[in-house]
Nanobody, 124 residues
C-alpha cells in the first residue's frame, strides 16, 4: 500500500509556472506507475500526465502537452509535475495517483491509490 501527499499548489497569474510534488510513503514506490489528474469545479476529473515506474514512458493530455512535464525521482519517492505557461483554464484541484502494475496509463480506473489533492488557481 502507498500513501500519496501532494504539495506545491497555489495562486499564480497566467503565464507563470508551478511545480507540483507528490511524495509517496513506502519502499516500493519504484514499482508504481504514477499519474496526475485534475478536477475543475463542476467538471469531471480528467487525465493530465502519466509516467511509468522506470520513468522511460510518459504521456500527456493534448490540452497540456508542451507546457507540462512529468518526472519522478525514485530515490526520493516523489513524482513531479512542472507546469509552465499556465492558463486560467488550468485552474483545478490536482491529484496524483499510483498504479500498482507500474504502467503509464491515462485510465482513471487503473489507479489504485490517490492523494488528497492540491489546489492550483491561475488568474487572468
Amino acid at each position: 500500500q502507498v500513501q500519496l501527499v501532494e504539495s506545491g499548489g497555489g495562486l499564480v497569474q497566467a503565464g507563470d509556472s508551478l511545480r507540483l510534488s507528490c511524495a509517496a510513503s513506502g519502499r516500493t514506490f519504484s514499482s508504481y506507475g504514477m499519474g496526475w489528474f485534475r478536477q475543475a469545479p463542476g467538471k469531471e476529473r480528467e487525465f493530465v500526465a502519466t509516467i511509468s515506474r522506470s520513468g522511460s514512458s510518459t504521456y500527456y493530455a493534448p490540452s497540456i502537452k508542451g507546457r507540462f512535464t512529468i518526472s519522478r525521482d525514485n530515490a526520493k519517492n516523489t513524482v513531479y509535475l512542472q507546469m509552465n505557461s499556465l492558463k486560467p483554464e488550468d485552474t483545478a484541484v490536482y491529484y496524483c495517483a499510483a498504479d500498482s502494475f507500474g504502467r503509464a496509463t491515462s485510465t482513471y480506473e487503473e489507479y489504485n491509490y490517490w492523494g488528497q489533492g492540491t489546489q492550483v488557481t491561475v488568474s487572468s
